[in-house]
Every structure is written in structure tokens, then in C-alpha cells.
């Protein structure tokens, strides 16, 4: 099957500062891909780098099958690709329904925004219900909610979500890798994540890649990397 993303001999960071060095990874139109790896490994600058925040020094991104390492954000959100930030960026002084909003800015049509809208509202019926409430009063859980919701504004083909689960509590975030599973499988979005909850993030992944230091160490299948030694032991999976 013909990638929908793919990153070739990738090496990226800001300004004079390398992080990622011969980054090589693909996603399959359909999958969950999980990134995993310590802190500072390079993950967010990954995903960062994918959407078209940092310096790329050489190789290339394609979505699609087009080359987009040089295109601008806006040009890549358009073609279908979405990240969701580590720390979800949201606005806390708009309300949940023009934090949602801001996410569909390239669409002009006023229908297509609504059917957005409710589509989101659907997925996620307690950002309805708190719709007109402001952003910086939602609970942790409601925020990565609204931070997701928001990225589905832009009828994503591709959502990267970068540690959608940071500092919330452990049944709220099962709930989210259940949103995720269901976001692949009844919505048709593939997915990126990237994760501390190694072993939550690998059972509902097709494919998974280790990060450290800027490269890649280790990749394959998460059913076999659940089962890696090496991986078992340096992030706790039991
Ligand atoms: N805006 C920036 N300017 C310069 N260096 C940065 C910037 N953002 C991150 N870095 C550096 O890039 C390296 C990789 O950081 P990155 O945030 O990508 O790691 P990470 O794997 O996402 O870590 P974490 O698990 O803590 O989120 C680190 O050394 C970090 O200090
Ligand atoms: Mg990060």
C-alpha cells in the first residue's frame, strides 16, 4: 500500500541545533503509529518537523506522495495533515466552541463548518455541552478533548497527537485510547502518537517506532516490541 506519510533521511532541529539525524519512518493510510523514547529524545520535534515548524537540513517529508518539506503549514493542514501539540495550545480566554472554530480557519464554506461542528460535538458530547464555556475552565480531561476536537476541525486525513495523556488520570486515560481507536476505525483517520503510557499507546498501535537521542533505535510491529526485552526494561512494561 502506498504510504500516506513517509520521512526520508530526515535531519531536522531549530536554528544550528540538530536534533533528529537519519530519521526514516512511514505510516499506511489506515494505521496507528505510536512514537515512543525518553525525554528529549526528539519526539515533539518530530512531529514538529512533519508539520513544517523547524529547520529541515536535509532529506524529506512526503504526504501523499508529494513532497512537502518545503511548504508552508497552512498548505500541509490543507492537504489533510493536523497536529494536536504537546500541551494543547488551546486559547483559554476564547469559549470551547471558537477554540473549535479556529481549527477549520482554511474553510470558508459556513455548511462544511457546521456538519465539522457536529461531527466533533458528536465524538466528544461533553464539549457540546460545555460549548459556550471558557477554554482556560475546562478539566484536564475536556482540554485534551477540546485540543483533539479542534484538530478534527480540520477534516484531517493525518492527526498527530503528541502526549494526549500527559498529567491526567488513569481511567480518563484509557478513555482517550479508546477515543483514538475509535477515531481510526469509525472515523477512517490515521494516526501518530506519540506517548509516554508506552505499553497503552503500543496495544492499540499497528506499528511502532523508538526514538533516542534523534534517531530511531528500534521499530516493528507493537505486538512484537511489547514483547522486546530491551524495550520491556527500559520503560517499565510488565
Ligand atoms: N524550540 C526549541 N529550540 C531549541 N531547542 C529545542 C526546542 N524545542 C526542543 N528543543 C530541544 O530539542 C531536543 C528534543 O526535544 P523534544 O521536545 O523534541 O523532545 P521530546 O522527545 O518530545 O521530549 P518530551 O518527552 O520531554 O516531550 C531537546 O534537547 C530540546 O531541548
Ligand atoms: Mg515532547
Known amino acids: 500500500m502506498a504510504h500516506i506519510l513517509e520521512v526520508r533521511n530526515l535531519r531536522a532541529g531549530y536554528g544550528e541545533f540538530e536534533v533528529l539525524r537519519d530519521i526514516n519512518i512511514h505510516v499506511d493510510k489506515g494505521e496507528i503509529v505510536a512514537i515512543v523514547g525518553p525525554n528529549g529524545a526528539g519526539k515533539t520535534t518530530l512531529l514538529r518537523t512533519i508539520m513544517g515548524y523547524t529547520t529541515v537540513y536535509s532529506g524529506s517529508v512526503l504526504f501523499k ?21 504537546e500541551g ?18 482554511l474553510e470558508k464554506n459556513p455548511k462544511k463548518i457546521s456538519e465539522r461542528l457536529e461531527t466533533v460535538y458528536s465524538i466528544f458530547p461533553r464539549l457540546r455541552e460545555r460549548r459556550s464555556q471558557l477554554a482556560g475552565s475546562l478539566s484536564g480531561g475536556e482540554a485534551q478533548m477540546l485540543a483533539i476536537g479542534r484538530g478534527l476541525m480540520s477534516s484531517p486525513d493525518l492527526l498527530m497527537i503528541d502526549e494526549m495523556s ?5 481511567k480518563l486515560v484509557l478513555s482517550l485510547f479508546d477515543m483514538v481507536v475509535k477515531l481510526n476505525r469509525e472515523h477512517g483517520i490515521t494516526l501518530v502518537i506519540v506517548e509516554q503510557h508506552v505499553k497503552n499507546s503500543l496495544e492499540i498501535s499497528n506499528r511502532g517506532y523508538v526514538l533516542e537521542n534523534g534517531r530511531i533505535v528500534l521499530e516493528g510491529d507493537s505486538r512484537q516490541l511489547l514483547g522486546n526485552e530491551m524495550l520491556k526494561k527500559a520503560y517499565l512494561i510488565y
Open 65 to 85: 506522495g508529494i513532497d512537502i518539506t518545503r511548504r508552508k503549514v497552512h498548505e500541509r493542514v490543507a492537504m489533510g495533515l493536523m497536529l494536536v501539540p
Open 88 to 105: 494543547r495550545g488551546l486559547f483559554p480566554n476564547l469559549t470551547v466552541e471558537e477554540n473549535l472554530l479556529i481549527g477549520a480557519y
Open 166 to 170: 500527559l498529567g491526567l488520570a488513569p
